[in-house]
């Protein structure tokens, strides 16, 4: 049931949207605080840059969903990529905007 709800989320979260740009503080707020990818994650460290190797759409999609694939239904996950799908859970439209706002820079 988590796996299909998370499934279904990404694809709400992934899918491409004509509002505006996220809030670049907001993202950074959210990074870290609420979402506490500051746990695994430095913006200045293995995130450096990656703005500029994405465009806003695929950072959205490799955010969501990080990794080469996403492992299916009963594979066996890292613990990074069983954190990634508990937080789409969690994630607002917002949140998404605000982080790619943020990771873009």
């Given at each position: 049931i988590h796996f299909l709800?998370?499934?279904?989320?990404?694809?709400?979260?992934?899918?491409?949207?004509?509002t505006p740009p996220g809030?670049?503080?907001?993202?950074?707020?959210?990074?870290?605080?609420?979402?506490?990818?500051r746990s695994c994650h430095?913006?200045?460290?293995?995130l450096a840059g990656i703005g500029?190797?994405?465009d806003p759409a695929k950072l959205r999609?490799?955010?969501?969903?990080?990794?080469?694939a996403m492992p299916s239904e009963g594979a066996s996950w890292t613990a990074?990529?069983?954190?990634?799908?508990?937080?789409?859970e969690s994630y607002t439209p917002a949140n998404?905007?605000?982080l790619v706002a943020y990771l873009s820079r």
């Open positions: 709800r998370q499934q279904a989320r990404f694809r709400e979260l992934s899918r491409p949207t004509d809030d670049r503080a907001a993202g950074e707020a959210f990074f870290n605080g609420a979402a506490n990818c430095s913006a200045t460290g293995d500029r190797k994405y999609e490799r955010l969501l969903r990080p990794g080469p990074g990529q069983a954190a990634h799908l508990r937080l789409l998404v905007q605000d």
